[in-house]
């Protein structure tokens, strides 16, 4: 019988869950997604997908069922609706008897083409073609590049596909062996191109972006679990390692001797004993990437989330240098503790990956408990350990006579720090993925986790062993923490341990040592967590979200509006970028997206706020208790969407979508509008909402100007008010955010920095008065970012949706008139004149 479940307190800084039933990321785990990935795949495709020859939605011949997306011939070719630059794309295919199709990329999106043009990926029953050019064949670089190491396509059968293009570098893979590996930026690139059948079409093949495309051959095509990174879009902060002049910021540790050079550090050592140069920060989630060269035949290592023992002495993760004959450079060891933890033995390519005394580029990313390595690409480590969360960055010099190595070329991207949470007794809630720790009492009687339980679950005889230690079933997963095959590590009474479940990947540790790991393992992947009856627990804590405080790995927030336009042929997803990562830094725990084509939203643990932008509709959101809540939605609406709760558009709207940490207002209606029927003349209007008016405000109507004089609608920091009567001081307190559903005949926004001298004219002096007022035309459509310590009057009546952050300080509102007419008077112009205007439609920032 299972003990009371546990779990999980409903906050916000616990993972989403993952799961298998939704949109969004289906099929990806919680560290995939905190790492940069995205799914491409997704129940509505129409969401990801268009036809390159329409532009309209995916044709009914594209059919998606059970995360399988199945192409039937004379469906037309699919593009991406994002265009993608440097990225890494993963895909599982398969192809009919006698069948050909291509997946490309930087694909130019010329609809008036008679064919996907793109750099392409082969995919081919290569039986059915035994005397094909090589360059045609399943993994080439169609009529480029043929694949440099053995693969042959088979119909019917499915194969792990990777697509690798990167600062100019393009590679094939399949079934993790790498099949080719092109630099396009050199003179072998250019015959080769000129001894294809492109030379006289050749400049999509230098094309700086484009999107992913599945082409339609004429032949039936299976595709699965197609996921892509965006190098351009990676969450978190590029952090300098090191300066190029000398070593501030680092500490040495030994008797090594560390030199700055202009590209990166040189060590050495001359019979001392270990040493390491260490960072005097500590990093969490990271993406490390440095080039190396080793001198001499020493051992050396690159050490990450280390800690320095009271000893001096440095222990912790160390991704290796090994130049010698055992060659197990880019393995996972755990120097001063555990030792090695994921070395070489079984990996030839990772092993044959080091190029001993020449130039060697590595690649570290530590995710959560996922820690893995890339030797010149080659993946040579991969282990989830969720026993240090964080650490110095560290360059060791080995002990002896002959290590000499530089490092060069540091790139850091900062994903932030994780904290461990307590956990209590509670209404249990699912989650799919995890990293737990705590310590249970070995009292020789028999003790089980259990996890992805189904609620209310009892354990079965339907149980099934998957690893010594790891049972599944139809019902959940458990492991059995005094199984014999543990016993070298267990001991009487207390005993810790830690459990990471991601996806099909399962680790346990005990007393620190890893003792049970398995992958692909078919089971639930959301549930439960709990233990079995009799069993003793304390200490439970639940592993959080990265963390990017304003002391570490923030992103610097901007202190200049900005603006981008959401939607049609003017969407600028630079500009809403820029904008989002502002947004994230200035709110802890909040995130803001843009689709222009949302249909569905998946359930996570976090409420959301979706502002409907374009197209009328029907909403609907799905409660986990089944209760359904629907309303009719137009431009202007919010929606909001609870905890586990998922929204259904019909037909898919533009929408911006504010996540929100709990809690929020138990009494909030889940549809709020803006009730503004251009008929109301000074009469009440309110919010109406399916549960009848949620709050009352003054609504006043002018033909001029639409409407004005709102009240703030305070809704969690989210209202509605059209700024048309008031500056707004700001006392540094709080940024904004505006999304603007509708305009005047000239709706624009005038914006100063000088907060001071505006509301004092008479200390305006005439070298202030440049840029001191500027102005800008907006449209419906247009999101914009207004800092702290920026004043904003909205003109000619505009109707917006504004986004406050953490620490909203409504500042005094001072009348507008008194103060323009100061100002102008003492610049002695009148009206407009004294407004430098923008042309309508720019996209640029108004500050500089």
Not at 628 to 656: C, F, K, N
């Amino acid at each position: 019988m299972l003990a009371s479940a546990l779990l999980l307190l409903l906050a916000q800084d616990l993972q989403p869950p993952t799961t298998d039933s939704g949109g969004g990321n289906l099929g990806l785990h919680a560290l995939e997604i905190d790492a940069g990935w995205e799914n491409l795949l997704v129940p509505d495709l129409s969401r990801m997908w268009k036809s390159q020859r329409s532009g309209a939605a995916p044709g009914a011949g594209w059919e998606f069922e059970n995360g399988e997306l199945h192409l039937i011939p004379g469906s037309g070719d699919l593009v991406t609706r994002r265009q993608f630059s440097d990225m890494e794309l993963e895909f599982e295919w398969r192809i009919a008897q006698g069948g050909n199709s291509g997946i490309k990329y930087r694909v130019t999106t010329d609809p008036a083409l008679p064919s996907l043009l793109g750099l392409e990926y082969q995919l081919l029953d290569d039986g059915a073609f035994p005397q094909i050019h090589p360059e045609h064949r399943s993994g080439a670089l169609y009529d480029i590049q043929q694949a440099t190491a053995p693969f042959s396509g088979v119909a019917g059968k499915y194969y792990r596909g990777r697509i690798v293009h990167r600062n100019g570098l393009v590679e094939h893979w399949a079934d993790g062996t790498r099949l080719l590996r092109l630099q396009t930026s050199t003179a072998s690139w250019i015959e080769k191109i000129k001894a294809s059948k492109f030379q006289n079409n050749s400049a999509f093949l230098n094309a700086p972006q484009g999107p992913i495309g599945i082409q339609d051959h004429g032949s039936e095509a299976w595709f699965r679990r197609m996921k892509i990174r965006d190098w351009s879009r990676l969450p978190g902060k590029a952090a300098e390692l090191y300066n190029g002049k000398n070593l501030d910021g680092w500490q040495e540790l030994g008797d090594a001797r560390y030199v700055a050079e202009p590209k990166g550090i040189y060590g050495e050592v001359d019979g001392g004993g270990q040493s390491f140069l260490i960072t005097e920060k500590r990093f969490g989630d990271f993406i490390l990437e440095m080039d190396l060269r080793n001198e001499d035949q020493g051992n050396s290592g690159i050490q990450v989330r280390s800690q320095v023992h009271e000893s001096g002495r440095l222990y912790g993760y160390q991704i290796e240098i090994d130049p010698s004959p055992r060659s197990w450079s880019g393995g996972l060891y755990d120097e001063g503790r555990r030792g090695w933890l994921d070395n070489l033995a079984d990996n030839p390519a990772g092993r044959a990956a080091f190029r001993n005394g020449q130039w060697n580029h590595f690649r570290i990313e530590c995710i959560g408990p996922w820690i893995r390595a890339w030797v010149n690409g080659v993946p040579t480590a991969d282990y989830l350990d969720p026993l240090t969360m964080e650490g110095v960055i560290g360059l060791q010099v080995h002990s002896g006579h002959n290590t000499k190595i530089r490092w060069h070329n540091f790139k850091l991207q900062d994903l932030g720090r994780r904290q461990w949470k307590a956990v209590s007794p509670t209404d249990a809630l699912k989650l799919a993925d995890f990293t737990y720790r705590g310590e249970w009492f070995n009292n020789g009687k028999e003790a089980k986790l259990f996890f992805r339980m189904a609620p209310e679950a009892e354990p079965t005889d339907s149980w099934q062993a998957a690893a010594p230690g790891l049972m599944t079933s139809a019902n959940g997963w458990s492991i059995r923490m005094d199984h014999s095959s543990f016993a070298k590590h267990l001991k009487p009474g207390w005993n810790r341990w830690h459990l990471c479940a991601y996806g099909s990947r399962i680790q346990f540790l005990l007393n620190d040592y890893p003792v049970l790991a398995a992958d692909q393992v078919p089971g639930p992947r959301t549930g439960i967590f709990s233990w079995s009856e009799g069993t003793q627990i304390r200490g439970l804590e639940i592993l959080g979200d990265a963390q990017r405080d304003s002391g570490h790995g923030t992103m610097n927030h901007s202190t200049k509006p900005l603006f981008a336009r959401l939607g049609g042929p003017d969407h600028n997803e630079g500009a809403f970028q820029q904008i989002a990562r502002a947004f994230r830094a200035a709110n802890q725990g909040y995130d803001l997206s843009y689709q222009s084509e949302l249909s569905f939203l998946p359930e996570t643990i976090t409420s959301r706020v979706v502002f409907v932008q374009d197209r009328s509709g029907k909403a609907t959101v799905f409660r986990p208790d089944s209760d359904l809540v629907h309303s009719e939605t137009t431009p202007g609406d919010l929606i909001l969407v609870r905890p586990l709760e998922q929204l259904q558009a019909e037909p898919a709207m533009g929408a911006l979508i504010f996540e929100v940490p709990e809690p929020i207002p138990s009494d909030l209606p889940t549809f709020i509008r803006p009730d503004w029927d251009p008929k109301i003349t000074d009469t009440p209007g309110g919010c109406a909402t399916e549960e009848g008016a949620y709050r009352r405000i003054l609504l006043t109507w002018s033909e001029k100007n639409g409407p004005y004089n709102w009240q703030a609608l305070n809704a969690h920091r989210v209202r509605i008010t059209d700024s048309f009567t008031h500056f707004h001081p700001r006392d540094g307190g709080f940024d904004e955010f505006y999304l603007v559903q509708g305009t005047g005949s000239r709706g624009r926004i005038l914006t100063s920095t000088h907060l001071e001298k505006i509301l004092h004219p008479d200390r305006l002096q005439r070298s202030d008065l440049d840029g001191l007022l500027q102005s800008r035309y907006l449209a419906p459509g247009d999101l914009v970012y207004l800092p702290r310590g920026v004043v904003h009057r909205g003109l000619d009546g505009v109707l917006a949706q504004v986004i406050t952050v953490p620490g909203f300080k409504p500042g005094a509102e001072i009348g507008v008139d008194h103060h323009l007419r100061a100002i102008q008077e003492r610049l002695k112009l009148e009206g407009e004149q004294a407004l430098p205007f923008h042309e309508a439609g720019s996209l640029e920032p108004i500050v500089r």
